[in-house]
C-alpha cells in the first residue's frame, strides 16, 4: 500500500470537506434558530454561483465588488424565502414546511439553467489553478485556497453564535414562545438565519464554481452538506467542522483507494452510506444535542 498517496488523499480530503462544511453551515444556521431543515440549500448554493457569475462575466464587475454584491444579494434572498414562504407555513406541521424547501430546491435546480442555459459558465476569482507541492504531497492549490476560507468563515459563525445577536438566536431555537414573551423577534432572528444560511451556501457555491464551473450540479452539494449536517448534528456548528472533514476524507480515500478495486463509482456513495449509518445507530450525530421530552 502506498502510504503517501494514501496521505495525499487524506490532506486533499480534508479541504475538500471543508468546502462542503461550508454548505452544511448554512443548514445548520437554519436549524439552530427555526428548527427547519433547509432541502433548498444547495440549490440556494448554484443560485450564488449563477449571481456570481452574472455580476463578473455579464456585467463586467470586479472581484471584489462583485462577491461582495452576490453575498449581499443572497443574503436579501434567503430572507425574501422566509417571508414570503416559510412564513406562511407557520402552525403547519413541520413535514410540510420540510417539503416546501424541497420544493424550492426542485424550482431552482430547474430555473436557473433554464434562463442561464444549460452550459458549464467559468467562474473566474482570481484562485490558482495549479497544483501545489509540499514535500512529496500533490495538494491542489484551488481546494487548499477554498478550504481555507470556509475555515475561517465557520469559525467565525461560532464566534457569531456567541456575540449578543448570536445569544438572541439560540433562545429562538430553544424556546419560541419564551422568546416571544420576554420580547425577543422571533420572526426577525429567523429572517436572519435564512440570510446568513443563504451567504454560507453562496460563499461555497461561488469557491465550488470557481473550481468545476456554474451549472445545475451545484445543487448536488445538498447531498454533502446533509451528510455533514446529519453526522455532526443538526444543531452543532462545532459538529460541521468535525462532519465535514471525515466525509471529506473519507470520499477522497473511496475514490483513490477504493475505486480502482471495484471499477469506479464509490465516490458518489459515500454521502448516502454516512446518512444512513448516522441515521441508524445515532440519530443525533456526534455532537448533535439529544431533546428529551418528559411526559
Known amino acids: 500500500m502506498d502510504w503517501m498517496l494514501i496521505a495525499e488523499l487524506a490532506v486533499n480530503g480534508v479541504f475538500v470537506g471543508l468546502m462542503y462544511a461550508l454548505v452544511s453551515l448554512g443548514m445548520v444556521l437554519i436549524y439552530k434558530t427555526s428548527g427547519i431543515a433547509n432541502l433548498a440549500q444547495g440549490a440556494i448554493a448554484m443560485t ?27 443574503f436579501g434572498f434567503g430572507m425574501l424565502i422566509e417571508r414570503v414562504a416559510l412564513r406562511r407555513m407557520i402552525g403547519q406541521p413541520v413535514i410540510m414546511t420540510i417539503m416546501l424547501t424541497l ?49 475561517v468563515l465557520i469559525v467565525a459563525s461560532l464566534i457569531f453564535f456567541n456575540s449578543r445577536f448570536g445569544v438572541v438566536m439560540r433562545a429562538v431555537a430553544d424556546d419560541q414562545t419564551a422568546s416571544w414573551s420576554v420580547g425577543i423577534r422571533v420572526e ?18 461561488i469557491l465550488w464554481g470557481s473550481t468545476q464551473g456554474v451549472d445545475w450540479s451545484l445543487s448536488l452539494l445538498l447531498i454533502k452538506a446533509l451528510a455533514i449536517a446529519i453526522l455532526g448534528g443538526l444543531d452543532s ?41 448516522t441515521l ?9 444535542r439529544e431533546h428529551i421530552e418528559r411526559v
Open 48 to 74: 450564488g454561483g449563477y449571481v456570481a457569475w452574472v455580476l463578473l462575466a455579464g456585467l463586467g464587475a470586479p472581484v471584489w465588488l462583485a462577491i461582495p454584491g452576490a453575498l449581499v444579494g443572497m
Open 103 to 151: 420544493g424550492i430546491e426542485i424550482m431552482l435546480r430547474g430555473l436557473l439553467p433554464g434562463v442561464f442555459g444549460a452550459s458549464v459558465k467559468r467562474l473566474d476569482i482570481g484562485i490558482p489553478q495549479a497544483p501545489l507541492f509540499v514535500a512529496d504531497l500533490l495538494i491542489n492549490r484551488a481546494t487548499l485556497i477554498g478550504g481555507g476560507i470556509s475555515l
Open 188 to 205: 426577525r432572528a429567523i429572517a436572519v438565519a435564512w440570510g446568513l444560511g443563504a451567504v454560507a451556501a453562496t460563499a461555497a457555491g
Open 237 to 277: 456548528i462545532g459538529g460541521v467542522l468535525i462532519a465535514g472533514v471525515i466525509v471529506g476524507v473519507a470520499e477522497s480515500l473511496a475514490t483513490g483507494v477504493v475505486d480502482p478495486l471495484v471499477g469506479g463509482g464509490t465516490r458518489d456513495i459515500v454521502a448516502a452510506v454516512i446518512i444512513l449509518a
Open 280 to 288: 441508524l445507530f445515532k440519530p443525533h450525530g456526534l455532537f448533535g
